[in-house]
């Protein structure tokens, strides 16, 4: 592992990341999803990339990236593309899981490949429904404080400002960015995933003009079951990057 600082907007983000076989070609950047780390993402994928050059990134206030400060979508793909400046590095294939999938998607790399990603919003069941409007009545009247009783499980051990920034993103329609990328899509999924759901990757399937959807049997997490496949579908769309090009 290594850190690299970086300058956005006057505040510096130490950035914790991982070079997987520096002398592989080409590059592919691996980002992980909401509430993870670069781990499990090497721990998933790293040993069926072996022939490409992977940067494996902690995001900021996630793994060994900290973050206090409340942050966008937009800002964390700045974010990682003054990373990548710093680098030297242009990847061919940008890999984001969930969360990771809409960062990936604002760097518009060669290849897109979107892992259960998130940006298509999905209805809230109705208890959480009704818990969020619990908690806007009770806010004014000072009970703020009862947060932790209310917020997912998702934002319980977070600091304010990734408190701040879970709110900024995790309702977010991506639809028009989805639509406006002009690449080449892979979008994978898990047929059991319910917090994307398959139809939402049906809908980025078909809102991204050149992409196929691979559905794979499992959860939001599928991945870690299923390396060895997905580096054999990645291995197909680079292959037909290069015949392009």
């Known amino acids: 592992m290594a850190t690299r ?24 950047l691996i ?28 995001l900021p206030g996630f793994g060994k990236s900290p973050n206090d400060r409340p942050l966008t979508t937009e ?25 990771g999938g809409k960062v990936a998607t604002l760097l518009d790399p060669p290849l897109l490949v979107l892992l259960s990603s998130a940006g298509i919003p999905v209805p809230k069941p109705w208890k959480i429904r009704a818990k969020i409007a619990l908690f806007k009545l009770l806010k004014p009247l000072g009970i703020a404080k009862l947060r932790r009783f209310f917020v997912s499980d998702d934002a319980k051990a977070m600091n304010e400002g990734m408190y701040q920034t879970f709110k900024n993103v995790v309702d977010e329609d991506f639809t028009e ?13 898990g047929k059991e995933d319910t917090a994307t759901p398959l139809w939402t990757g049906a ?4 809102l991204i003009g050149d992409s196929r959807l691979v559905p794979m049997e499992g959860d939001h997490f599928f991945f870690l079951q299923h390396g060895g496949e997905i580096a054999a579908l990645i291995d197909e769309e680079i292959e037909k990057l290069e015949v392009r090009n």
């Open 5 to 28: 600082s970086i300058t956005h907007n006057g505040q510096t983000f130490d950035l914790n990341y991982t070079l997987q076989n520096p002398s592989g070609e080409p590059t592919l």
């Open 31 to 58: 980002l992980h999803g909401w509430g993870s780390n670069q781990q499990i993402m090497q721990q998933a994928l790293a040993p069926h990339l072996k022939h490409y050059r992977q940067i494996y990134l902690d």
């Open 75 to 99: 800002e964390y793909a700045q974010i990682v593309r003054a990373f990548l400046e710093t680098l030297g590095e242009e990847p061919t294939a940008i890999l984001g899981h969930s969360f």
């Open 177 to 189: 960015h989805f639509k406006a990328y002009n690449g080449r899509g892979l979008c994978i999924w």
């Open 203 to 206: 809908q980025i399937n078909r």
